[in-house]
Each structure stands twice: as C-alpha cells, then as structure tokens.
C-alpha cells in the first residue's frame, strides 16, 4: 500500500486522476422496492435520509452527483440511471418531478422500467 497525505503529491496525481474518469461516468441506482418493510406506503426514495432537514434519499442522491460533476469540471450533468419496477416507476416520476429534479438536467436522468419475471 501507499500512504497518501491529503491534498498533497500522489493523492492530488489520484484525485484528478478520479476526476477525470468520473467526467465519462455515469450512476445506476436501483430503485425497483418499495418502503414497506421499512413500515413506509412509499417509495425508499422518498425516505429522509438524514433527520435535520429531512432530505430524501432521492434529493440527497441528486445533491451528490452535482457535486462530482462539478468537481470534475463536467459542462454537463452525470447521467443517472433510476431502475423502477411496475410499483415505483410512477411514483418515481412523480417524486422528480415535484422537486423539479432536484437540480438535475432532465435530459440526464433516465428512469429504466424493469419487467417483473417469475422466478
């Protein structure tokens, strides 16, 4: 192993190394369940994820991919990928629309209907 001191030499070469790569990245995010064993009626992205501000998962998500993206220096905003099932893909839908894609570029975020096989 290496022992990297922050923001100097070989973790600053890592970092923009990382950064470079993150500006041809894309984010999955598997979003097909539903909050019930989690005693929710909703979608487990609308669930806060932290108690101060109640931020959902959703938004906290969203809030993270902005920042990498500006980090990297992307002109455009990081695909995401929201895979949904026939239980939360409307409700998906509904949830970025009411928060107006939590500052995402509508044309970056793609929701991606997974088909319910029997298993």
Do not use: N, W
Not at 29 to 58: N, Y
């Amino acid at each position: 192993g290496e022992t990297l001191d922050f923001g100097r030499g070989a973790f600053l070469k890592y970092e923009e190394e990382g950064l470079a790569a993150m500006r041809g990245a894309a984010f999955v995010l598997v979003a097909g369940g539903l909050g019930e064993r989690l005693g929710a009626s909703g979608i487990k992205l609308d669930l806060p994820a932290e108690l101060a501000t109640g931020t959902s998962f959703l938004a906290l998500y969203a809030q993270h991919i902005l920042a990498l993206g500006a980090a990297a220096g992307s002109a455009a905003c990081l695909p995401l990928v929201l895979m949904t099932s026939d239980d939360t893909h409307a409700r998906t839908l509904a949830s970025l629309e009411a928060g107006d894609y939590f500052g995402l570029d509508r044309r970056s975020v793609f929701l991606l209907r997974q088909q319910a096989v029997p298993c």
